[in-house]
Each structure stands twice: as C-alpha cells, then as structure tokens.
C-alpha cells in the first residue's frame, strides 16, 4: 500500500507492517509518514481547502456517490481486508461496508441541502418586519482521527460530512487498521 499525499500515490522506505490479530501473520504493509510527509499534507490541505471552498455542491454530491457506489461493488473485497485487519467475522466486514457506503450516500443527500436559513424575527420585542438568517460556510480543514473497531464506517463518519460541507480532509487511522481506513 502507498501513502495519499497531495493528490498522488507516494511510497516510503520506512514501513509498518499490518498484523493478522488471529494468526500474528504479516499480510501487509503500510508506508510510515515522516514530520515531513505532515507538513505536506497540511500544505496540500490549505490548496485543498480552497478547491473544496468552490466545488458546487453537485458536484460534492457525485463525487460521494460514486465513492458510495464503488464501496458496494467492492464489498467482498473491502470486508476480507476489514476481517483480515481487524479481527471481524467476514459478515461483519461486509456489513461494515455497507454501512458505510449508506453513510456516505447520505452525505451526498446533505451536500445538496446544506444551506442557511431564513427566520422571523418577529417573536422578540423591536422584531416585527426583521429577518434573520444563518449562512453555513466551510471550516476549510478537517483532521479526523479514527478507531480501529470500525474502521471503515468511522472514517465514512468523518469523511462524508466532511467533504459534503466543503471542507479538505486529513485521516489518521488506527495504527492497528490503516488498510481498511
């Protein structure tokens, strides 16, 4: 597995191996971010959040639903690794994929209705004829730190909102699943 960093695949020399719990068996292994790899990362975050800042919401709409999509033709695949990694039984992993293919796809709902609102503010003295509103606007970067017990739904919980509100994103898995993350 390579690391994502600033648009693009990288691999490193230092490795962490990824470690079977039932059988103790290396399967993979994952590239170790240096200091580095982070700064980069938040440099690439600030452009990031400036591309995500712009993108209409349609098109963070189907940006979610293809991912939404993808997880679910993938769904045998992704369990194995969430069984593998974690531990789970395979009806589990699966399961946890599903779930968060549906977490996704309602991100993809809410980035089409994020919107502010219009109040009366008519029920408070000196109101009459006034309008109040609420505008909802992007945070610019996410940091998401993540579990291992449900690695993928968890990271879906962080990601889909995420990137539904407009924001640029950075995951930090689990150490003990960085695959299925």
Do not use: Q
């Amino acid at each position: 597995m390579k690391m994502f960093l600033k648009g693009g695949w990288v691999e490193r020399d230092e490795r962490i191996d990824v470690v079977n719990p039932y059988s103790g068996d290396v399967f993979d292994t994952v590239p170790e971010a240096t200091s580095a790899d982070v700064t980069a990362a938040v440099d690439g975050l600030v452009e990031g959040a400036k591309v995500m800042r712009a993108m209409p919401a349609i098109e963070r709409c189907e940006i979610l639903r293809k991912a939404a999509t993808l997880m679910r033709a993938r769904v045998d695949e992704i369990g194995t690794i969430i069984s593998t990694e974690e531990g789970k039984i395979l009806a589990e992993g699966k399961l946890e994929v599903s779930r968060a293919a549906e977490t996704i796809d309602l991100s993809a709902d809410e980035a089409r209705r994020l919107a502010g609102e219009v109040l009366p503010l008519d029920a408070a003295p000196g109101g009459a004829g006034k309008l109040g509103f609420t505008l909802r606007v992007p945070v610019g970067i996410v940091a998401a730190i993540t579990p291992f017990n449900f690695p993928l739904n968890l990271v879906a919980h962080k990601i889909g909102p995420a990137i539904a509100g407009s924001n640029a994103v950075l995951i930090k898995p689990a150490t003990d699943t960085p695959l299925s993350a």
